[in-house]
């Protein structure tokens, strides 16, 4: 079968690899529809092998050149015997996180925080950026008609989206700012409108991305100035006090004080975005408004549910965030290039590895 699969930093090859041996147990074989790219593949691609095991992961066993690809749609070919939740023709989509049963984290359904997980994609012999994939059955969500392939192959960011809008305590009537609108500020704010917030504020200064937002309804996007933001909060929040929660999607120092400036006092700040450097950060400031800072790391597998219902209901219109479609030929020039330019205004790049 055909792969994509990660050998160095800039270094991808669609090569012909054999597909996953018959199944057992738990096991599901996949025929895999679309893939997104990542921002965590792009990493690697540019800087790698970072997440990527250059020695064999310790539990999964996997490691390079492994094959890209945690955010997918697929097809159900084949499954091993124990398995009960999805037949052969179902469609399907997954979360990456592979959990370890027994794990003390696991079994309070955090798995993502135990060092023994591993990742479709990145830490497991299987991908999306390949033709088939063995996954284990915890890790596949079923879709219903209602819910397309391109809307499954965005569930993976969508949970990002979700378990940043629970951490922030977003309900009917919040307020919100949100720091950066690339892929996961951009689902973020439409999980924050399908949570019910009453205003949703959304600074990004790429002029490009904030444009491919201008048509979500309900938000009020801002670029250049952060003072104009800054009266606009507190015009339009009660008493002036400013946003109940802040979910910080860039990993910026610029952004993350931007959220402690206009968070009101007791406020929630999510960070979501990752920063490659330590930030500085006014700690008295945060102290003295007494805010909560929850740090945000991938999903817990069992939102896979929760995230299709919403989709499907058609008040998470997760797939308007795709903004290009490639083949697994044009994956690498036309999909990982493409998204590392300086200043692109992609959102997300889906991968047709069906055709
Ligand atoms: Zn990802």
Redesign the pocket.
């Known amino acids: 079968m055909k792969a994509l699969r990660f050998h160095k930093a800039r270094d991808l090859r669609l090569e012909d690899v054999p597909p996953p041996p018959k199944p057992v147990g738990d096991e599901v074989i996949l025929k895999i529809s679309h893939c997104g790219i990542?921002?965590?593949?792009l990493h690697e691609y540019v800087a790698g092998p970072i997440i990527l095991p250059i020695e064999p992961h310790p539990v999964t066993g996997a490691r390079i050149p492994i094959i890209l690809g945690?955010?997918f749609s697929a097809v159900v070919t084949d499954v091993g015997k124990t398995v009960t939740t999805v037949r052969p023709g179902d469609r399907v989509a997954i979360l990456p996180h592979l959990m370890k049963a027994g794990d003390y984290y696991a079994r309070r359904n955090l798995g993502q925080f135990s060092a023994a997980t591993g990742l479709v994609g990145l830490t497991w012999h299987w991908g999306g950026m390949g033709e088939y994939a063995l996954v284990p059955e915890q890790n596949v969500v079923r879709l219903p008609d209602n819910v397309s392939d391109e809307q499954g192959a965005v569930l993976?960011?969508s949970a990002?989206a979700v378990n940043a809008i629970d951490n922030a305590g977003i309900v009917a009537g919040s307020t919100v700012l949100i720091t950066g609108a690339g892929p996961i500020g951009a689902l973020t704010a439409l999980a924050a409108r399908a949570a019910g917030a009453s205003r949703i504020f959304v600074y990004e200064p790429n002029d490009g991305r904030r444009a491919r937002l201008a048509d979500f309804e309900g938000l009020s996007l801002h670029g250049g100035s952060t003072d104009d933001l800054v009266q606009r909060i507190e015009a339009e929040t009660e008493s002036g006090v400013g946003v109940d929660a802040a979910i910080e999607c860039a990993g910026h120092p610029a952004a993350l004080d931007l959220c402690i400036r206009v968070t009101k006092r007791t406020g929630t700040i999510a960070q979501v975005g990752l920063f490659v450097e330590k930030p500085e950060v006014d700690m008295f400031k945060l102290c003295e408004k007494g805010l909560r800072l929850v740090g945000c790391w991938g999903n817990d597998i069992t939102l896979g549910p929760r995230l299709v219902a919403m989709i499907a209901s058609g008040r998470f219109p997760a797939e308007r965030i795709i903004t290009g479609r490639v083949s697994l030929e044009q994956a690498v020039t036309e999909g990982f290039e493409t998204l590392t330019e300086a200043g692109n205004d992609h959102l997300k790049i889906l991968i047709n590895v069906a055709g």
């Open positions: 990542c921002g965590t593949d945690h955010e993976e960011p990002v």
